[in-house]
């Protein structure tokens, strides 16, 4: 590998920062004062709370404003997060046709526009809940295209031998994003949150605006990646695969020696390109691909393999304590400042640094290893959550131990499910299918992403801690489907995995007739 091969694959996962840097803002914003009022969440009569968190009419010992909530206020909340995912759904879908039309590299830096222009309308948006869902759905459907792309992207500009490593990449950038959005609204939330003016004063109107600048910076500073993002995409080649698909064989090999710092005579890049026009050549003597081929009886178990791997992905409850953490610890009993500053930071550093050992992992020990230890560790881990949040009034050992269990399961994930998905989906396909295969687990990623973003407030009210009991069993079914039906492919070239898969097809069918 060189460091052109690198650079290339950094910048694409710059794809997945969009994702994390959207993700970790949301957790943040969610929680800002000023916001809640804007949209009706909470209003304020000019009440405050202590340090603790406790109401007091002290003025001198008031830190916060006490909100009341509304009583619609899971149900705006859900709408609102899940808009994103709705848009990531359709974003999704979108990338099949775009990807194989307009390319890869060109798709991805369209989807960083389309990302902007999201942004901004967050951040400008008029006092109604539907402007900001518009503006987070244009964004998601950036992220979802992206999605898909990104990975696939990498995947066919890689050696084959690390390929599941610099693909595992787009989720690095995926938790650094995450932790960014954390580190910078969190201290956006202290200066605006702490002490603010108006604490002990009456307000006449409890619906009246507070300084709106916190929740605006917060969203208008997606502009800078989105914007970052498509200005790399310039300088990246087009994908030889998809060059080699548009007759384009010449820049191929440009691509080819440039990317294997050789020339385009060279043994290896001349190799390299015969083995992809052979691919290319062998897809289109079985004619244009549809979503049918899919289910046809070669390709059909790849395609379960990875809707389901993405299904259990969001159901392992990964995106409710994302999203909704700073309410979680609120609910073990934590202060607004730890729930809302410290906490999160943690977490999310704790999920950045994770994504390393499954970087190494992932090439070492394959796919299926990683999947089948990490969902019997986050099934153990949500127990525990459940268990020491019951025992939170007994003393603050129990709360820090309940934390302890969540950081503990965000660690589980993120070095196996939150990679394993994105690399298997990206490798598994054939090349005349493998943008429509891709997009397929990108779908039911952002389709169950959807459902959890929408049900999660309402089922932290209804259930409080027990939710994590759900996931838990979500966790053990993710085993159960890891250890029977998930097939490794560590180790094999891109253009040998129809071999293999053709394989099992064939040994499956073998064993029926004996059963």
């Known amino acids: 590998m060189n460091s052109f091969q690198f650079l290339v694959a950094l910048t694409a996962s710059f794809g997945g920062l969009l994702f994390g840097y959207e993700v970790g803002v949301m957790n943040v914003v969610l929680v800002m004062d000023a916001f809640r009022i804007f949209f009706k969440f909470h209003n304020w009569n000019g009440d405050g709370l202590d340090e603790k968190g406790q109401p007091t009419k002290d003025k001198a010992n008031m830190m916060y404003r006490d909100l009341k909530e509304a009583d619609n206020k899971a149900t705006l909340e859900g709408l609102i997060t899940s808009s994103f995912v709705l848009g990531a759904l359709c974003g999704a879908l979108m990338a099949t046709y775009l990807g194989e039309k307009y390319g890869r590299q060109r798709t991805i830096m369209i989807g960083a526009c389309i990302f902007t222009c999201g942004a901004i309308i ?23 295209c992206n999605g898909v792309l990104c990975p696939t992207y990498i995947s066919e500009v890689a050696p084959a031998k690390i390929r599941g490593t610099l693909s595992s990449c787009y989720q690095l950038m995926t938790t650094f994003g995450i932790i960014v959005a954390a580190v910078i609204n969190s201290i956006v939330w202290y200066y605006t949150n702490v002490k ?30 989105g914007l970052g993002l498509a200005l790399l995409m310039c300088f990246l080649p087009k994908s030889p695969r998809w060059l080699c698909s548009k007759d384009r064989d010449e820049e191929a090999v440009e691509v080819l020696a440039k990317l294997n710092a050789a ?10 390109l015969k083995a992809i026009q052979e691919d290319v050549a ?11 081929e899919l289910f046809s009886p070669v390709i059909r178990r790849r395609t379960f393999i990875t809707f389901l791997m993405q299904l259990f992905q969001q159901w392992t409850g990964i ?10 610890y609120g609910e073990i009993g934590f202060t607004k400042f730890m729930s809302t500053v410290v906490l999160p930071i943690i977490n999310n550093f704790v999920n950045f640094v994770s994504t390393f050992p499954g970087m190494w992992g992932i090439e070492r020990l ?8 990490g969902s019997l560790m986050m ?49 598994v396909f054939p090349l005349r299918v493998r943008v429509k295969g891709s997009a397929v687990g990108t779908v039911s990623n952002f389709l169950n992403n959807w459902i959890i973003a929408f049900v999660g407030p309402a089922l932290m009210k209804a259930w409080s801690t027990k939710t994590f009991l759900l996931f838990a069993a979500a966790c053990l079914l993710a085993w159960v489907y890891s250890q029977f039906y998930v097939i490794e492919c560590k180790g094999v070239s891109i253009d040998e995995m129809d071999a293999k898969m053709a394989e099992v097809f064939i040994l499956i069918n073998i064993l029926k007739l004996f059963t």
């Open 196 to 225: 603010p003016d108006g604490l002990g004063q009456t307000r006449n109107d409890i619906w009246k605006e507070v300084s709106n600048f916190e929740w605006r910076f917060a969203l208008l500073f997606q502009v800078v990646p």
């Open 319 to 328: 995106n409710v304590i994302m999203y909704y953490q700073s309410q979680i």
């Open 263 to 272: 020339s385009t005579s060279d043994e290896l890049v001349q190799s390299e």
């Open 282 to 292: 062998a897809t289109r003597a079985a004619g244009s691909s549809s979503f049918g």
């Open 122 to 144: 967050q951040g400008i948006s008029a006092r109604h809940w539907a402007m900001i869902a518009v503006g987070r759905l244009i964004t998601g459907l950036s992220i979802g």
């Open 366 to 373: 394959g796919r299926k290893t990683l999947l089948v230890i």
């Open 379 to 427: 099934m153990v881990f949500h127990i525990s959550t459940w268990a020491f949040s019951t025992q939170t009034k007994n003393g603050k050992t129990w709360q820090y131990l309940a934390v302890a269990s969540i950081f503990l399961m965000v660690f589980s994930f993120a070095w196996t499910w939150g990679p394993v998905p994105w690399v298997y989906q990206a490798e």
